[in-house]
C-alpha cells in the first residue's frame, strides 16, 4: 500500500503521484490530509482502490473507468462527473451536481447531496449508474435523467428539511428514481410520474442497497423497513409535441 | 495608505486613505438636506463618476477594504494586512469574469459600511443597473458586483428593509412556492416581487455581505454557484467550498450547504 | 366606358380542367368575387382582396390568386400606391380607406436588434427543465416595500399593493370593439385569454352579455364616443382603460356607419339601431393634462380604488413627455400604440403618414419615466406591429412590461392582412356583421388556434430567457445592456439607449 501525504500539494502534482502509482500496478493507496484538491482520480482507469482522508476538492473521480475511491470525509461538488465505471463511496456529505452524464459505475453517498444529483445519468448498453444516497437531496434531484437509478434514502431525519427538493426529475425521459418513504406530487417534474414497487423492483432494489449496507456497516432490514416509491418518466419523448414542423 | 513593496506587485495605483467626517454644517455641503450616509453616498458616486482616474475603494466608518491586482496573499502582504485587527473578515480571489482585473474592479465592492464579495456572475445587471440610477446610483466600476453593494444600501439602508427580507428581495422565491403559501405570507411575497422586480438578481451568484454588525452568505435561487456555511464555537464560516473553511478551521462543528435563495445571516454578539 | 381607371389588384383565375363546379368559391367569397354564370363561375377580379379564404376552402385547389401582372408603367416616384389611390379619389372625390396597420416599408428597428445570449462567463439555463417565469403584474408598484410591527413582535405589511392585472405571460389581446370586429372574433379573445390566464380588450364598442363570464380577463375601454359605458360596465373588468389614441389614425376618430349597426351592435353600444357611431377626434371633456387627470380619478371613484385605469395613446413625436404627464395624472398603465398599429378602418393618409414607430416611442417613454424617478408609477403596454415573441422580448428588453398583439392575434382566426376590414366583407367572419360571414368563425376552434400561438411565443420567449441566463421576465425587462443594434446611426442608438454590435 502507498501512503501520500497530501498536505499542502498542489492538485497537479498530487494527481501526477496517483496516476503514476497506479500504473505501476499499485492496488491500494491512501491520501492523508487533502484538503480541495480537484481532479482526484479523474480520467483514472484500471482496478486500484484509494482511500481518501480529508476534504477532497470538485471533480473527484470525473471521466472514471475502473478505481474504486472511499473518501472518509465531506467531499465537494461534481463528483463522479461523465463517469464510466468504477466505485465513490463517501461517508459523509456530498455537493452538487454528483454524477452528471454519468454512464456507469456506482456513487454511494452515506449523508445528504446537494442540488442537481444524477443530472443527466445515462446507462448504455449493460451499463447502468447508480447513485445512492443515505440522506436529503437538494432541488433538481434526476434532472433530464436519460438512465441508470438513483435511490435516495433520508436515513437521518434530524433536520427539518424535506427529503427531497423540488423538481424532481424534471425532464426525465429514462431511468428510474426510487425514494424511500416517498414524494409529494407537486414536487415532481411534468415529466414524471409516481408508481408503487412492483416485486421485481423490490429485488432489483434490494440487490442495490445489500452493497450499500456493506458499504456502510448498516443493517439493510432498517432500510427497507419503510415503503419506496418508484419515479419514472411518463414518456421517452417529453417534448415530441413543443415544435412546429 | 500603509502599503510595503512585495516582489510580483510591480505596478500599483496612488492609494490615499483619509479620515474624514461630513460637514457638521450641513448649509456648507453641496446638497444640504441630506442625511450623513446620504451625502457620503453622493460624494462617492461624483468622485467615481467625475474626477477622471479617481475611485473610492472604501468609505465606511468600521469597515476597511484591501483589494488590487495579483496574487492574493501578495496584495495581503502589499496592504500590511497582518497589521489590521477585525471580527469579520471577508477574503476574495477573483478570476476576471468579463473584463481584465483592474484595482478598482477587484472585490470587495464596498459603499459604507456594506462590503460585498461575490463568486458567479449577474445576469440581471443589465436591468439591476437601470434601477438603481433610478435612485441616483452612478456605475463606473465596469463590474456587475456593483450593483449588489447598491441593492443592499437601497434597499436595507434607504427602503428600512430588514437584511432578511431584502435577501429575500434579491433572490425571489418562485411563483409557483409563493402561490402555496399561506395568505398574509403569500400577500406579502406577491407584493416584495411586484415592487423589487428590477432588483432581483438573476443569474449565478454566491455572495458574502459583510456589514458592521454581521455578515450574510446567500446564493442564487436555483443554486447555480455554490456555498457551504460552517460552525465552530461563536465563529462562523462561509465559503463557495467546504475545503476553503478548513484550511482555517480544520474540524468544524456543523457544516451544511444552504438551499438556493436561503440566506445565511449571522449577526454580531455584542 | 371603363368601370373604373384604378387597375385591380388582384387576378383570381380558376383552373377550368380542375374545377368540378361545387360553387364552394361563390359561397365562401365574402366579397362577392365569384358568380354563377350558368355552367361556370365568373370572376369579377376587380373585388378581390386575396384574403385566400377561395383559395383553402376549394377541395380541388383550383384557384390561383396572382399579382395583377397589368401594372402601371414603373416610375420609382409615382408608385402603384399613388396613382391607385389618387384614381380612387378622382373616380369618387373621397378620402381612400384602408385597414391593419401601415404597410409601407419604413424600416422596422426591431429588425435591426439582436439579442444577447451567454457563453461560459454565465451560464445559459435550460427552460424546459428548470422553472422560467413569466408571470407579470400591470399596474401602479409603490416605490418601496414597507412593514410595521404587529401583535406578539412580528412584522407585518404595511404598504397596501395598488390594484393589478395579474397576467400568467407578457401578452395582452389588443382592444378591438364589437362591430370593428364580430362578436364571434371577440368571444374567441376572451375564451384564449381565460384560458391563458391574460386579457383581452373591449375597445370602445361596449361589452356584449355574451362576454360577461369572461370579466375577469377583460379590460373595458371608455373612449371618446362613451359606448356601453356605465357604472356596471366601469367595474365589469379587471380594468378599465381610457383610450386617448390609436397608433394607426393618432389624432384622428372614427365612426361606424349606421348601416352596420344592426340591434345587437346598437344595444352593445347602447345607442338607437341604425344611428351612425361616431367617436370623435377628441375625448370632449379632455381639453389638458388636468381634465385627463380628472378623468382617471372619475372613474378610479366610480370603481372604488379597485382596478388600474389605463392611459391609451398613439405614439407621436412628443410621446415621451405625454406619457410623463398621464403618469403623473394618476395612470396606473400607459398603452403605447406604435405607428405600425393596427384598424378596422382608417384614412390611408392618416395610417401612413402620421405618429412614430413604437421601437422609438417605447425606449423614449420607459427612460424619461426613468429619469424622473417614476418609472414604478405605471406599467407600460407597447403595442403597434408586435409580429413574433422575437419583437416582444425586445419590446420588453427596450422596457415594456407586457406587449398587446392585435393583428397577430387575428391571423390566427385565418386573416391574411389583406387589409380590407373597413368594407365589412371579411370572409374569415373577423371584421364583418354579415352573420353569414360571421357564423364561420366558431370562438371555440379558433380559441385553441390562438391559445396554440400564445403558448408557442411564451416557449419561446422561456428560450430566449434561458439563453440570457435567466429565469423571469423581469430580469430581462428594461435590460438594454441585453440588446445591441446592427446598422444603426448613433442617434438612434442613443434613442433606443441599446449599444452597437460589437460592443
Known amino acids: 500500500m502507498l501512503t501520500i501525504d497530501a498536505k499542502g500539494i498542489y ?74 465505471s468504477g466505485k465513490v463511496i463517501i461517508h459523509g456529505n456530498a455537493g452538487d451536481v454528483l454524477g452528471y452524464g454519468m454512464r456507469g459505475g456506482k456513487l454511494h453517498i452515506r449523508g445528504n447531496v446537494g442540488y442537481r444529483v444524477g443530472i443527466h445519468m ?101 432500510v427497507i423497513k419503510v415503503e419506496f416509491k418508484k419515479i419514472i418518466p411518463t414518456s421517452l419523448r417529453p417534448y415530441g409535441n413543443l415544435y412546429a414542423y | ?113 456594506w462590503s460585498i464579495v461575490h463568486n458567479g456572475e449577474i445576469s440581471s445587471y443589465g436591468i439591476n443597473k437601470r434601477y438603481l440610477e433610478m435612485y441616483g446610483y452612478k ?112 474540524s468544524p462543528e456543523k457544516v451544511w450547504s444552504p438551499r438556493a435563495g436561503e440566506p445565511v445571516i449571522v449577526e454580531l454578539e455584542i | 366606358m371603363f368601370k373604373s381607371l384604378s387597375l385591380p389588384e388582384f387576378l383570381a383565375k380558376i383552373d377550368p380542367v380542375k374545377c368540378i363546379k361545387c360553387k364552394r368559391c361563390i359561397n365562401n367569397c365574402g366579397w362577392s368575387v365569384y358568380s354563377w354564370g350558368g355552367d361556370k363561375v365568373l370572376i369579377d377580379t376587380f373585388k378581390c382582396v386575396n384574403c385566400l379564404r377561395c383559395y383553402h376552402y376549394c377541395p380541388e385547389e383550383a384557384i390561383t390568386i396572382l399579382d395583377n401582372p397589368v401594372k402601371y408603367r414603373k416610375n420609382a416616384n409615382w408608385g402603384y400606391y399613388n396613382i391607385r ?3 380612387k379619389q378622382a373616380d369618387t372625390g373621397g378620402i381612400p380607406l384602408t385597414g391593419m396597420g401601415s404597410d409601407m416599408p419604413y424600416p422596422v428597428l426591431f429588425d435591426s436588434l439582436l439579442i444577447d445570449a451567454c457563453q461560459v462567463t454565465n451560464p445559459s439555463i435550460d427552460p424546459l427543465r428548470e422553472p422560467m417565469e413569466l408571470r407579470t403584474y400591470l399596474g401602479k408598484k409603490p ?27 407578457p401578452f ?52 371618446s364616443g362613451r359606448f356601453g359605458v356605465n357604472p356596471d360596465y366601469l367595474n365589469a373588468g379587471v380594468a378599465v382603460e381610457i383610450k386617448i389614441g390609436q397608433g394607426a389614425k393618432p389624432g384622428i376618430g372614427g365612426h361606424l356607419p349606421g348601416e352596420k349597426i344592426p340591434l345587437d351592435i346598437a344595444k352593445t353600444r347602447m345607442i338607437p339601431v341604425g344611428t351612425d357611431a361616431i367617436s370623435p377626434a377628441p375625448q370632449h371633456d379632455i381639453y389638458s393634462i388636468e381634465d385627463l387627470r380628472q378623468l382617471i380619478y372619475a372613474i378610479k371613484e366610480a370603481t372604488n ?48 403618414h402620421l405618429g412614430i414607430p413604437i421601437e422609438h416611442a417605447l425606449a423614449a417613454v420607459d427612460e424619461r419615466l426613468r429619469q424622473e424617478g417614476i418609472r414604478n408609477e405605471a406599467s407600460i403596454i407597447a403595442a403597434g406591429g408586435i409580429r413574433s415573441s422575437a419583437d416582444a422580448a425586445k419590446a420588453i428588453a427596450l422596457g415594456a412590461d407586457a406587449v398587446a398583439l392585435g393583428t397577430s392575434a387575428l391571423i390566427t382566426m385565418g386573416c391574411t392582412v389583406c387589409g380590407k376590414c373597413y368594407t365589412g366583407n371579411c370572409s374569415w367572419g373577423i371584421t364583418t356583421q354579415r352573420p353569414e360571414l360571421t357564423v364561420r368563425l366558431d370562438p371555440e376552434v379558433y380559441a385553441e388556434r390562438l391559445i396554440n400561438l400564445i403558448h408557442a411565443w411564451s416557449h419561446e420567449l422561456k428560450e430566449i430567457l434561458g439563453a440570457l441566463g435567466v429565469n423571469a421576465i423581469e430580469s430581462l425587462r428594461g435590460s438594454r445592456e441585453r440588446l445591441r443594434g446592427v446598422g444603426l446611426d448613433s442617434h438612434t442608438l442613443d434613442i433606443l439607449g441599446v449599444k452597437p454590435a460589437g460592443r
Request: net charge negative; aromatic share 8%; charged share 25%.
Open chain 1, 122 to 222: 445515462k446507462g448504455y448498453k449493460k451499463q447502468i449508474p447508480v447513485i445512492i444516497a443515505g440522506g436529503k437531496a437538494g432541488d433538481f434531484f434526476g434532472e433530464y435523467m436519460a438512465g441508470g437509478m438513483l435511490i435516495l434514502l433520508g436515513l437521518d431525519s434530524s433536520d427539518k428539511r424535506p427529503l427531497v427538493g423540488d423538481y424532481l426529475g424534471t425532464g426525465m425521459h429514462g431511468g428510474t428514481i426510487f425514494i424511500r418513504g416517498g414524494v409529494d406530487k407537486k414536487f415532481c417534474g411534468a415529466e414524471v410520474s409516481v408508481h408503487e414497487l412492483t416485486d421485481d423492483d423490490r429485488t432489483l432494489l434490494e440487490g442495490y442497497l445489500t452493497e450499500y449496507c456493506n458499504d456502510f456497516k448498516l443493517n439493510l432490514l432498517d
Open chain 2, 139 to 250: 456605475l463606473t466600476l465596469l463590474t456587475d458586483t456593483e450593483v449588489v453593494t447598491y441593492l443592499f444600501d437601497l434597499l436595507v439602508r434607504r427602503h428600512g428593509l430588514d437584511i432578511e427580507t431584502a435577501c429575500t428581495a434579491l433572490a425571489a422565491p418562485f411563483w409557483k412556492n409563493i402561490d402555496d403559501m399561506p395568505n398574509d405570507e403569500k400577500e406579502e411575497m406577491t407584493a416584495l416581487r411586484m415592487i423589487y422586480g428590477s432588483a432581483l438578481m438573476n443569474g449565478p451568484f454566491s455572495i458574502l455581505f459583510g456589514h458592521s454588525k454581521g455578515l450574510v452568505g446567500f446564493n442564487d435561487r436555483i443554486k447555480l454557484r455554490p456555498l457551504v456555511a460552517a460552525t465552530k464555537g461563536k465563529t462562523v464560516y462561509m465559503a463557495s467550498e467546504e475545503s476553503a473553511i478548513r484550511e482555517i478551521c480544520s
Open chain 3, 172 to 223: 395582452i389581446f389588443a382592444p378591438m370593439s364589437y362591430g370593428s370586429i364580430s362578436l364571434n372574433a371577440q368571444k374567441t379573445l376572451a375564451i384564449a385569454a381565460k384560458e391563458l390566464g391574460i386579457v383581452m380588450n373591449t375597445g370602445e364598442g361596449g361589452l356584449h352579455e355574451d362576454i360577461y363570464p369572461y370579466r375577469s380577463n377583460i379590460i373595458v375601454q371608455v373612449a
Open chain 2, 1 to 113: 495608505m500603509p502599503t510595503t513593496q512585495v516582489e510580483g506587485i510591480a505596478i500599483s495605483p496612488l492609494l490615499w486613505r483619509y479620515f474624514v467626517k461630513p460637514l457638521t454644517e450641513k448649509s456648507e455641503r453641496e446638497v444640504a438636506n441630506l442625511e450623513d450616509d446620504d451625502f457620503v453616498v453622493r460624494t462617492v458616486m461624483k468622485i467615481n463618476s467625475e474626477i477622471d482616474g479617481a475611485y473610492v475603494f472604501s468609505s465606511g466608518k468600521n469597515m476597511g477594504a484591501f483589494k488590487g491586482v495579483g496574487n492574493p496573499g501578495e496584495i495581503a502582504r502589499f496592504f500590511k494586512i497582518e497589521e489590521y485587527d477585525g471580527y469579520i473578515w471577508t477574503g476574495h480571489t477573483r478570476f476576471p469574469t468579463n473584463t481584465p482585473g483592474w484595482w478598482g474592479g477587484a472585490h470587495p465592492f464596498t459603499l459604507l459600511d
Open chain 3, 85 to 87: 389611390n389618387l384614381k
Open chain 1, 11 to 84: 492538485y497537479r502534482d498530487l494527481n501526477q503521484k496517483v496516476r503514476e502509482a497506479v500504473s505501476k500496478g499499485e492496488k491500494e493507496i491512501l491520501l492523508k490530509n487533502v484538503n480541495g484538491q480537484y481532479y482526484i482520480a479523474t480520467g483514472l482507469r484500471n482496478e486500484a482502490t484509494i482511500t481518501i482522508e480529508g476534504v477532497p476538492g470538485n471533480d473527484l473521480a470525473a471521466f472514471m473507468d475502473g478505481p474504486t475511491l472511499i473518501v472518509k470525509d465531506n467531499a465537494q461538488d461534481n463528483i463522479g462527473n461523465t463517469m464510466n
Open chain 3, 143 to 169: 416605490a418601496k416595500l414597507e412593514f410595521e410591527k404587529a401583535k406578539g413582535g412580528k412584522s407585518k405589511l404595511k404598504t397596501k399593493m395598488p390594484p393589478q392585472i395579474k397576467l400568467e405571460m
Open chain 3, 305 to 352: 380604488y379597485t382596478k388600474p385605469v389605463s392611459v391609451k395613446i398613439a405614439a407621436v413625436h412628443n410621446v415621451a413627455a405625454i406619457a410623463s404627464g398621464i403618469v403623473r395624472a394618476g395612470a396606473d398603465i400607459v398603452y403605447i400604440d406604435g405607428f405600425r398599429g393596427g384598424t378596422g378602418a382608417a384614412p390611408s393618409v392618416i395610417r401612413d
